[in-house]
């Protein structure tokens, strides 16, 4: 490995970030898609399946999730990830960056100008070879260092794991509106800047979902990540976990049955 991808996967200055980042640019811009949609077709020809809200009907995601739960064993440790398509909005050749506005309560993420004494974390990675490589990173945003380590040696040792898979999936550290990574997701929505007066125009905005829902924004947001559970938390025996895999699955259909006429099925199967 050498040093510039050394010098990326740790929490870095700006202008270390900016000289490694030139070095490794070609290689991390083809680990990732250049538009989510790019992204989510690569893992529906992987595993020839479209996946859920849940992600359930997706082996590779699966895997990953099982995965983690060996690792990590407690569900608060579990908290910090999500499961990525990986891809960008952004083809200018600049680190591609998270930053909290306190105003507007909102992560704003694009290629910002890089503060060359400012630090770098970070926290969007792809499975790669003998290291995870990572393709976005955080500003100004606290992390605890005791955190962010144990978050960032549980994704080098999903790294040894999933590289050789070559799945079309990442992993990303779950920060957003939370004081420890490892506090209960909260669901955000990523949502293109468009009005040519803000000063960020061109970038994008995390919002809560809440917000989201609450302002009735007529827009359709596009899934690029999953949650990281397994269902190994659930703790069910063998014919527990098919009878829910089973109801995943009716749920899932797309055939022109209501909601009770799917369970109805289902009742029926296994009275």
Not at 6 to 29: M, N, R, T, V
Not at 199 to 204: D, K, L
């Amino acid at each position: 490995m050498s040093k510039h991808f050394q010098l990326i996967q740790e929490p870095i200055l700006g202008a270390d970030l900016l000289s490694a980042y030139a070095k490794c640019i070609d290689i991390i811009s083809r680990a990732i898609s250049d538009n989510p949609l790019i992204a989510v077709n690569k893992i529906i020809d992987k595993f020839q399946s479209i996946p859920t809200l849940s992600g359930n009907n997706i082996p590779g995601i699966i895997e990953i999730r099982d995965k983690l739960f060996e690792i990590c064993k407690s569900k608060r440790i579990i908290n910090a990830f999500s499961i990525v398509a990986a891809h960008t909005h952004w083809h200018d050749k600049m680190p591609i960056i998270y930053t909290y506005d306190l105003q507007k309560k909102e992560y704003i993420i694009g290629p910002h100008k890089i503060e060359n004494e400012g630090i770098y974390y970070p926290v969007s990675f792809v499975f790669y070879n003998d290291f995870p490589l990572p393709y976005e990173w955080c500003y100004l945003i606290p992390f605890k260092d005791a955190e962010y380590k144990k978050a960032y040696e549980t994704i080098v040792e999903l790294n040894d794991n999933f590289h050789k898979n070559k799945y079309p999936l990442g992993i990303s550290i779950d920060f957003r509106f939370k004081k420890s990574i490892f506090d209960k997701p909260i669901a955000s929505v990523e949502l293109p800047i468009i009005e040519k007066e803000d000063h960020f125009y061109g970038f994008s905005k995390y919002i809560s979902y809440k917000s989201f829902s609450k302002n009735n924004l007529n827009i359709k947001p596009e899934q690029v990540a999953w949650h990281p559970y397994s269902d190994s938390l659930l703790r069910l025996n063998r014919s527990e976990l098919k009878l829910l895999n089973d109801l995943r699955s009716e749920l899932s259909l797309e055939n022109g049955k209501t909601l009770d006429e799917k369970m109805a099925i289902m009742e029926t199967k296994y009275r």
